[in-house]
């Protein structure tokens, strides 16, 4: 006679397997191995920009940017903590050997649950009007991201946040290249260009 001869054990051993083999891997790997935040912005939405528009005396106008920044957390079984004001930095490259920052923003500290996007919406207004990328008829914008992220765990540490994207705008026809979200990544080697020396510069009017 087998041992397992009440079906209600065999139920019980059969979840009890399951729960071992099949859920603790997953729960063990939501929480041993969380997965970063991701962000995404999109500069300019459903916005017409006109950079090249000057003022009566045809100095520069400034420009405003309406944006809107995705933050979404990538696991379905852990907060996050953002400890740190999230800094938004909205640049331009002159040329390839600089950048020039062209406004700041900040998000102040917050937390956010499992799975849970983020949205900011909001303006921010230049001083002066970006020029475009020398020797191209693009205005190649750029938005920096720099803060932290902790996951809602005992004794974890802080991530640093530390991304960037490009955004190019055609300057003859004010249309951006790609519509809508682009993704941020890792900043690559130009993230460390020196701004000009002189801080007021906005180009060559
Ligand atoms: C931008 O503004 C200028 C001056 O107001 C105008 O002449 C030009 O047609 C506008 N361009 C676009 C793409 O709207
Ligand atoms: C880049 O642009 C800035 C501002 O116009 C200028 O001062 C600098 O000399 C340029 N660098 C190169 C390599 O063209
Ligand atoms: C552009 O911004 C600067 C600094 O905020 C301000 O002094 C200036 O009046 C603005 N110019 C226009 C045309 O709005
Ligand atoms: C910008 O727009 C003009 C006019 O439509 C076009 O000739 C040019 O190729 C565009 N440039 C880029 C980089 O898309």
Same mark, same amino acid.
Request: charged fraction near 15%; proline fraction near 6%.
């Given at each position: ?13 059969? &979840? ?5 083999t ?6 063990? #790997?939501?929480? #041993?191995?969380?997965?970063?935040? &991701? +962000?995404? %912005?999109?500069l +300019?939405?459903?916005? #017409?920009?006109?950079? *090249? ?6 100095? $520069? *106008?400034?420009?405003?940017? /309406?944006? /809107?920044?995705? !933050? ?12 740190? $004001?999230?800094?938004?930095?909205? &640049?331009?490259? $002159?040329? !390839? ?7 700041e923003? *900040?998000?102040?500290? +917050?937390?956010?649950?499992?799975? =849970?996007t983020?949205? !900011?919406?909001?303006? %921010? ?15 190649a ?6 803060g ?6 005992v004794?974890?540490?802080?991530? =640093? ?10 300057? *003859?026809?004010?249309?951006?290249l ?6 941020? =990544?890792?900043?690559?080697?130009? &993230?460390?260009l020196? $701004?000009p ?9």
């Open positions: 006679m087998a041992d397992c001869s009440s079906l209600a054990v065999c139920i019980c051993c059969g &979840s009890f397997f399951l729960g071992v099949v859920l603790m891997p997953v729960m063990l #790997a939501l929480y #041993a191995s969380p997965s970063s935040p &991701s +962000f995404s %912005v999109n +300019f939405d459903n916005q #017409a920009i006109n950079i *090249t528009r000057n003022g009566d005396d045809h100095s $520069p *106008t400034n420009l405003t940017i /309406h944006f /809107h920044l995705k !933050v979404k957390n990538e696991n379905s079984a852990i907060g996050l903590h953002y400890p740190d $004001p999230l800094k938004i930095t909205f &640049s331009y490259f $002159p040329n !390839v050997s600089m950048i020039v920052t062209l406004a923003y *900040t998000v102040d500290s +917050f937390y956010q649950g499992n799975g =849970k983020k949205h !900011v919406i909001d303006v %921010v207004e230049t001083n002066g009007a970006p020029t475009v990328l020398d020797g191209t008829d693009l205005v914008f750029r938005v920096d991201v720099v932290s992220f902790r996951y809602k765990k004794g974890t540490k802080r991530h =640093k946040v530390e991304l960037g994207c490009i955004v190019g705008v055609n300057y *003859t026809t004010s249309q951006k790609l519509s809508g979200f682009t993704g941020m =990544k890792k900043p690559g080697l130009d &993230s460390q020196k $701004p020396p002189n801080n007021d510069y906005y180009g060559a009017y």
